[in-house]
């Protein structure tokens, strides 16, 4: 693992919201040996309130302005959390330089204030690239987990797609969590460029195989059951629930995580259960009752290019995995995960999982990721780092 060094992080979301992307594990990895100041998310994306829905809408202003409220905090001994402040909305054609001084300022002090000179800059929200340089430092990383210019909330591609290019152009190293972004950076430039997916938690996962109690909520719903968990929101595709919960209605389709789009036409349905979020600590207590995990997202950009890091959390749980295609999926997991290209096909992979699932299969997909840790990245990572800081 790199170590002795000064990390700052342009983070994709606040350090304090429910979320455990890769960013925050990468963080916490990296702050045992190093220094970290994680900045918590500098909006470039404003949604508007009929695309998101007005609850979810309010949620995500109140978990901004709890951010607001304490700037700043240490979150372990060598982690430090700033919440840059702005005039809102970021990005406007008349704010936009007077917010990108006063996050210069903002950050050029506090990195005084707390001496991470000469640090490594790693960049998962593209805005960082226009305050990286000021920082004077040692390395730039950009760390690519989406394709924001397909981000669906944006009003105008055109400022994400420019600070994209130009990250491409002056990161001294790139990482893609997706072959299709690895493929699409190579194209751009020959050198500093890495695929690196995602990682798992898999002791965490791998509890679904043990005797974990069940849940009170999933008592008295009856299997076989079908199960998900993650965002419920605009680009979750409720047709292929529908769908399925429609023709089969002895499957029980168990759908876990925070509502923030719109999910009316199944919300009745007698054998779908909404379950709201539930903490990262118990998802596996709930897995354990699943007998097949899905992946249902409409067809877009965005869904091609991505890499779910539920793919792999579902496989350490060692469950069957069915899931509407995406690159990563077709490539990656070919032949570890079922893709349903249509509802009608979808259904099928669901029935056929239920039907034919073996002991031999769930020590297969066990053993895919077994050793696909967050801490196996993060040293496949630091090994990428530390070549680079070598060349310059």
């Not at 342009?10 to 970290?36: H, I």
């Not at 950076?185 to 938690?201: F, I, M, S, T």
């Not at 979808?346 to 699932?357: G, Y």
């Amino acid at each position: 693992m790199i170590k002795n060094r000064n990390i700052i992080c342009f983070a994709p979301y606040d350090w304090q919201w429910k979320t455990n992307g890769s960013c925050k594990r990468f963080m916490n990895l990296f702050s045992q040996e190093n220094r970290v100041l994680y900045i918590n998310n500098i909006p470039f994306v404003m949604p508007e309130l009929k695309t998101i829905g007005a609850h979810a809408f309010r949620k995500r202003f109140v978990r901004k302005f709890r951010s607001i409220m304490k700037p700043f905090f240490r979150a372990d001994h060598s982690l430090f959390v700033y919440t840059p402040f702005l005039i809102p909305p970021y990005g406007t054609s008349k704010k936009k330089i007077l917010n990108r001084f006063l996050l210069q300022w903002q950050i050029r002090l506090l990195q005084k204030a707390l001496d991470f000179s000469n640090p490594i800059v790693w960049i998962e929200n593209p805005v960082g690239i226009t305050l990286a340089r000021p920082l004077k430092p040692s390395l730039v990383l950009y760390y690519q987990i989406d394709k924001y210019e397909s981000h669906r909330e944006l009003r105008d591609p055109r400022e994400i797609t420019s600070l994209e290019e130009r990250l491409t152009r002056e990161a001294d190293l790139i990482l893609c969590v997706s072959l299709t972004l690895y493929e699409e950076k190579l194209a751009l430039r020959k050198e500093g460029v890495y695929y690196a997916p995602h990682g798992v938690d898999f002791d965490h996962f791998y509890k679904a195989t043990t005797s974990l109690p069940l849940p009170e909520d999933l008592k008295g719903i009856g299997h076989p059951m079908v199960g998900y968990f993650g965002t419920l929101d605009s680009k979750n595709d409720t047709s292929i629930i529908r769908y399925c919960a429609t023709r089969r209605p002895d499957i029980s389709f168990v759908l876990i995580g925070e509502i923030s789009g719109k999910q009316g036409e199944i919300q009745y349905l007698p054998n779908v259960h909404f379950l709201g979020f539930k903490e990262y600590e118990r998802l596996p207590n709930y897995g354990r009752a699943f007998d097949v995990c899905i992946m249902f997202w409409e067809q877009s950009e965005w869904i091609r290019n991505c890499h779910p890091v539920k793919t792999m959390e579902y496989l350490a749980m060692g469950k069957p995995v069915v899931s509407v295609p995406f690159e990563e999926g077709l490539r990656r997991y070919a032949g570890m995960i079922s893709i349903g290209r249509s509802r009608e096909e979808f259904l099928r992979k669901v029935e056929d999982e239920i039907a034919n699932d073996s002991e031999i299969k769930r020590q297969a997909r066990l053993d895919f990721v077994r050793h696909e840790t967050w801490k196996a990245r993060a040293e496949s990572i630091s090994r990428i780092m530390e070549q680079g800081l070598g060349e310059r």
